[in-house]
């Protein structure tokens, strides 16, 4: 019985210290959501659970209430910026979510708009590689914890067993659980701290997954039997003065197989491809074109 209870000493201490870190976030919704306070004076929230970006509070440890400034967010990762005014509390410990594994014991932590920690407690029951979200946000890897995120754990943190923050809760499909890890938060939060918003790389066409005749596969040597058609060019875009053309199927970008409009965006979604050249590889009335595309900027509003 000692050793049950001192497991259960030790997850609360955990959760006493991870917790300090851990604010509420009161963005005017009938139930606040949870934030991290990633860094000196930067909080990090769920971008979904946000129902304004003014007016907008943190109910830290101690029940004290402080206003936060909104400095950018990156709806495709679901991740959410703030400023907190010169607040002591404790900064996350940021920890390696390279080393999590599945069955590993993780703490799911939110605040209450009271100033009450709230904790709920599970196994990793999913880790794989990098994933593009339904917006095409590029995830750095697929975290799925079995905890239950009750009403205001959004935004909140995910502790491994040591104590450290891993990442931010976020609910995935039917209300389950999803991490976004914190190398991710790390690059958003990177970004907009420097450049103030989040760059997407654009090309500038509309595009639609189309089907290609297996022998058109077979004789120009093509990756997959599908490609992206484009059905919009916007004049003047990179695509526009790279002599891309309405009815042309982009099956290749900088060498990598393009089946879906995900592809595109999943490349265009790195913001190092911008300014860069690119070599792009198309059918077009049956034969295979390849054309240089610059990489224009868009920015994430």
């Known amino acids: ?44 929230t769920s971008d979904e659970s946000l129902g304004r970006y ?38 996350a410990q940021i920890g390696d979510i390279t080393k999590l594994k599945v069955g590993h014991l993780v703490l799911g932590l939110a605040r209450s708009s009271e100033g009450d920690i709230r904790a709920a407690m599970g196994a990793v029951s999913v880790v794989s590689g990098t994933w593009r979200s339904m917006s095409g946000g590029n995830i750095d890897q697929f975290i799925r914890p079995d905890i239950t995120l009750y009403p205001g754990f959004a935004g909140g943190a995910l502790v491994d067993a ?65 490609g992206v058609i484009v059905v919009n060019v916007e004049s003047s875009s990179p695509a526009d003065n790279a002599g891309v053309l309405l009815g042309d199927v982009l099956v290749r970008l900088d060498n990598i197989a393009v089946s879906d409009t995900g592809d595109v965006l999943a490349l265009l979604n790195n913001s190092d491809r911008i300014g860069k050249l690119i070599k792009v590889q ?13 990489v224009g900027e868009r920015t994430v509003e």
Do not use: C
């Not at 976030?25 to 990633?38: D, E, F, P, Q, T």
């Not at 990762?77 to 907190?84: G, H, K, R």
């Open 162 to 226: 040591a104590g450290y923050v891993v990442g931010m809760n976020t609910s995935g499909r039917r209300g389950t659980a999803l991490t976004i890890p914190a190398s991710t938060i790390e690059r958003v939060v990177n970004q907009l701290l420097t450049k103030g918003h989040i760059s997407r790389g654009y090309l500038g066409v509309g595009m639609q997954p189309v089907r290609l005749p297996h022998n058109l596969k077979n004789s120009l040597n093509l990756p997959t039997t599908t």
């Open 282 to 294: 198309l059918v077009r009335g049956g034969a295979l074109v390849e054309l240089d595309i610059v």
């Open 54 to 91: 003014d007016e907008i509070t943190a109910t830290l440890a101690d029940g004290n209430t402080v206003p936060l400034s909104f400095l950018g967010h990156d709806p495709s990762t679901d991740i959410a910026v703030f400023q907190l005014q010169n607040s002591a509390i404790p900064v």
């Open 1 to 44: 019985m000692s050793s049950l209870q001192d497991f259960s000493n030790s997850l609360a201490d955990i959760i006493e210290q991870a917790g300090n870190a851990v604010v509420a976030v009161n963005a005017g919704k009938r139930l606040s959501s949870s934030g991290i306070h990633w860094r000196n004076n930067i909080i990090v």
